[in-house]
């Protein structure tokens, strides 16, 4: 009678700092696009996210529009498509990156090089798309940017942008050379 297999294989020393790091990662974008409700402009003009676009002024007070924006009258159906395009690029990778987490997970434990490269794949998406969502929110709301304006979610997502790619390149690191 067979009993069950145990690997003897141990898995390397050099994973626990990546999933911390992804772990870090994803409270980020918990924080930026969940806790602080995506708020990425928040001046005097305007308080802008991907769902709200409020204009504030001493006479009128503060006139919010969830559907359109002082754009949305001139450029159409355009700037709705834009919108959805920010709000997909941005809230995405709330999905990529536990999933890249659980893939590493996996892989470090399972020693399944495919399911390590699924977990990069998912980290280079997410980051790709970040980049492409805060591009085109800049773009959409050119006229209300400003470094002063930018809330601290805005910043958080810039950095988590730049954290994707440290993440993929460290979980690649760790299939190829901790094994």
Do not use: K
């Not at 700092?17 to 870090?24: I, M």
């Not at 402009?41 to 529009?65: H, K, M, R, W, Y």
């Amino acid at each position: 009678v067979a009993g069950p297999i145990h690997s003897t294989r141990r898995p390397p020393r050099c994973w626990p700092p990546v999933a911390l790091f992804l772990v870090f990662i994803l409270t980020q974008q918990l924080y930026a696009l969940i806790v602080l409700h995506g708020q990425l402009v928040s001046s005097s003009e305007a308080n802008i996210s991907p769902f709200n676009f409020c204009l504030q002024g001493q006479d009128v007070g503060v006139t919010c529009d969830d559907q359109h924006n002082n754009m949305a009258t001139t450029a159409g159906e355009l700037v709705d498509i834009l919108r959805v395009l920010v709000i997909m690029s941005l809230y995405i990778p709330l999905v990529l990156v536990p999933f890249a987490l659980m893939a590493f997970l996996f892989a470090v434990c399972c020693d399944d090089r495919g399911v390590l490269w699924f977990s990069v794949s998912c980290l280079a998406a997410s980051s790709l798309l970040m980049l492409v969502g805060l591009c085109v929110f800049v773009g959409l709301h050119f006229n209300y940017v400003s470094l002063a304006g930018m809330t601290a979610g805005y910043y958080v997502c810039v950095f988590v942008n730049a954290e994707l790619i440290t993440a993929a390149v460290l979980t690649w690191m760790t299939g190829s050379s901790c094994a």
